[in-house]
Nanobody, 125 residues
Framework: QVQLVESGGGLVQPGGSLRLSCASS????????MGWFRQAPGKERDFVAA????????YYGDSVKGRFTISRDNAKNTVYLQMNSLKPEDTAVYYC??????????????????WGQGTQVTVSS
């Protein structure tokens, strides 16, 4: 388990952009698979994106593919989620998750053993 803190959420207009950050306050993240999930009131918890420990492999949920980009800077113990062309349906609490390298299941909340408190993203006119 690793301690994670998300930041960068806020209120934006449709079509706007936000960049979320997820930082480790303790251990290095260099050998962790990192993921982003989101949950809106009355909706399922959705997989957003994941990135391998090396940064070579990236994966996205269908609803955000082509608009969001996940990246990491292991030297800074930080993972980023760049969100472009935001839509009202992107409104949710976004959670950062982590797990020491896994063989698969990166889109399943259950495979991660660390998560942050979440950061609110609201897309509205």
């Amino acid at each position: 388990q690793v301690q994670l803190v998300e930041s960068g959420g806020g209120l934006v207009q449709p079509g706007g952009s936000l960049r979320l950050s997820c930082a480790s306050s303790g251990r290095t993240l260099s050998r962790y698979v990192m993921g982003w999930f989101r949950q809106a009131p009355g909706k399922e918890r959705d997989f957003v994106a994941a990135i391998s420990w090396s940064g070579v492999g990236t994966y996205y949920g269908d609803s955000v593919k082509g608009r969001f980009t996940i990246s990491r800077d292991n030297a800074k113990n930080t993972v980023y989620l760049q969100m472009n062309s935001l839509k009202p349906e992107d409104t949710a609490v976004y959670y950062c998750t982590a797990k020491e390298k896994i063989g698969g299941g990166y889109d399943s909340w259950a495979v991660y053993d660390s998560w942050g408190q979440g950061t609110q993203v609201t897309v509205s006119s």
